[in-house]
T-cell receptor, first 115, second 114 residues
Framework: AQSVSQHNHHVILSEAASLELGCNYS??????LFWYVQYPGQHLQLLLK??????LVKGIKGFEAEFIKSKFSFNLRKPSVQWSDTAEYFC?????????????FGRGTSLIVHP | DTAVSQTPKYLVTQMGNDKSIKCEQN?????MYWYKQDSKKFLKIMFS???????INETVPNRFSPKSPDKAHLNLHINSLELGDSAVYFC?????????????FGPGTRLTVT
């Protein structure tokens, strides 16, 4: 079964700092990759996704992620964070498993941005 | 105009009881899911239904029984609740089954078993 690893469990930054959250997955075949965000008190929502093509994908609110196939990675970046980016961030992979497609999520990274 | 809604939002109950959580989506999606998020925020899929048909059942105890009366609804019934069932349960939907689709999540139901 595939797995998703998010290495940073808690990240604390000041406003305007740059952000990079790591995500690695274990499946060796073709995958679709996602980052979701959960703002305090809200439901998870899609930040960005990668299916194919340009490995650098841009999402909402200035976020971007780079798919590096050789490293099985899909790291999330933002050049300058804002206080409103405080949230939980989840990396997810859709990969085939037993004739179906199992969405697998990482354990999440809690980001706190100080004003 | 909530896309994916769940009721109740909070559920506090005692061990051994039976409870249900309801989920509805008004997005016209074909596929719906139940996830369990534990105290460490780990989000794990439990079930998935596509057009009322069960397609994913991730080794969840038999005490958990999903029911999909139509493709807009996916309810979760839990028998003989245990302390370890305490978690946040999220319902989600996607336009179809398969790897190309992102998920649309509900607000979650926080279940506390005492």
């Amino acid at each position: 079964a595939q797995s998703v690893s998010q290495h940073n469990h808690h990240v604390i930054l000041s406003e305007a700092a740059s952000l990079e959250l790591g995500c690695n997955y274990s499946y060796g075949g073709t995958v679709n990759l996602f980052w979701y965000v959960q703002y305090p008190g809200q439901h998870l929502q899609l930040l960005l996704k990668y299916f194919s093509g340009d490995p650098l994908v841009k999402g909402i609110k200035g976020f971007e992620a780079e798919f590096i196939k050789s490293k099985f990675s899909f790291n999330l970046r933002k050049p300058s964070v804002q206080w409103s980016d405080t949230a939980e961030y989840f990396c997810a992979v859709n990969a085939p498993s037993g004739g179906s497609y199992i969405p697998t999520f990482g354990r999440g990274t809690s980001l706190i941005v100080h004003p | 105009d909530t896309a994916v809604s769940q009721t109740p939002k909070y559920l506090v109950t005692q061990m051994g009881n039976d409870k249900s959580i309801k989920c509805e989506q008004n997005l016209g999606h074909d596929t719906m899911y139940w996830y369990k998020q534990d105290s460490k925020k780990f989000l794990k899929i439990m079930f998935s239904y596509n057009n009322k048909e069960l397609i994913i059942n991730e080794t969840v105890p038999n005490r958990f029984s999903p029911k999909s009366p139509d493709k807009a609804h996916l309810n979760l019934h839990i028998n003989s609740l245990e302390l370890g069932d305490s978690a946040v349960y999220f319902c989600a939907s996607s336009p179809g089954e398969g790897w190309a689709y992102e998920q649309y999540f509900g607000p979650g139901t926080r279940l506390t078993v005492t």
